[in-house]
T-cell receptor, first 113, second 111 residues
Framework: AQSVTQLDSQVPVFEEAPVELRCNYS??????LFWYVQYPNQGLQLLLK??????LVKGINGFEAEFNKSQTSFHLRKPSVHISDTAEYFC???????????FGTGTKLQVIP | EADIYQTPRYLVIGTGKKITLECSQT?????MYWYQQDPGMELHLIHY???????EKGDLSSESTVSRIRTEHFPLTLESARPSHTSQYLC??????????FGPGTRLTVL
């Protein structure tokens, strides 16, 4: 069985500062990895995904993530955050060949003006 | 425009009432899912369907039931709502690609 750990439940950061949201996973097989964003009172929206190939993945809204197989991590980064980035971010893992997705507990990003 | 819809968005209801949460998608996806989301916790899969007349229970035990009579429609029903059912319910769909597409959610409060 796979699991996802998002150690930071809340991350406050000043506007225009860089941010990193951490995600570690465990799985006995190769995986697909995702980051989703959830704005207040909305569903989840896909930010980016890693399927294979280049370990640096670029997504929407200027976010990127790096897949590190040896550290089983998939941290999300943005060089300069905006107020509109205030939301909750979920990391998710799906083993290749399976349909079920395991989600982390989420990290609330609060951008301070 | 291809999308996934959930109604109602918010529902406050008394204990013992029967409720149905609606989910519809216009993307023609075969696979559909229901998740339960509570603050500070991971999303829990409660039901899924891989096509018409196919439904399975997910990882989290739930007293709800689902049906899949049409590809685009995947309603969730609670026969007798209880305060423990208070939660946010998210519907999602997928087809071919590994990621899932989510609806806006239904926030249910049972008094």
């Amino acid at each position: 069985a796979q699991s996802v750990t998002q150690l930071d439940s809340q991350v406050p950061v000043f506007e225009e500062a860089p941010v990193e949201l951490r995600c570690n996973y465990s799985s006995s097989v190769s995986v697909y990895l995702f980051w989703y964003v959830q704005y207040p009172n909305q569903g989840l929206q896909l930010l980016l995904k890693y399927l294979s190939g280049s370990t640096l993945v670029k997504g929407i809204n200027g976010f990127e993530a790096e897949f590190n197989k040896s550290q089983t991590s998939f941290h999300l980064r943005k060089p300069s955050v905006h107020i509109s980035d205030t939301a909750e971010y979920f990391c998710a893992v799906r083993p290749g060949g399976y349909q079920k997705v395991t989600f982390g507990t989420g990290t609330k990003l609060q951008v301070i003006p | 425009e291809a999308d996934i819809y959930q109604t109602p968005r918010y529902l406050v209801i008394g204990t013992g009432k029967k409720i149905t949460l609606e989910c519809s998608q216009t993307m023609g996806h075969d696979k559909m899912y229901w998740y339960q989301q509570d603050p500070g916790m991971e999303l829990h899969l409660i039901h899924y369907s891989y096509g018409v007349n196919s439904t399975e229970k997910g990882d989290l035990s739930s007293e709800s039931t689902v049906s899949r009579i049409r590809t685009e429609h995947f309603p969730l029903t609670l026969e007798s709502a209880r305060p423990s059912h208070t939660s946010q319910y998210l519907c999602a769909s997928s087809e071919g690609q590994p990621e899932q597409f989510f609806g806006p959610g239904t926030r249910l409060t049972v008094l």
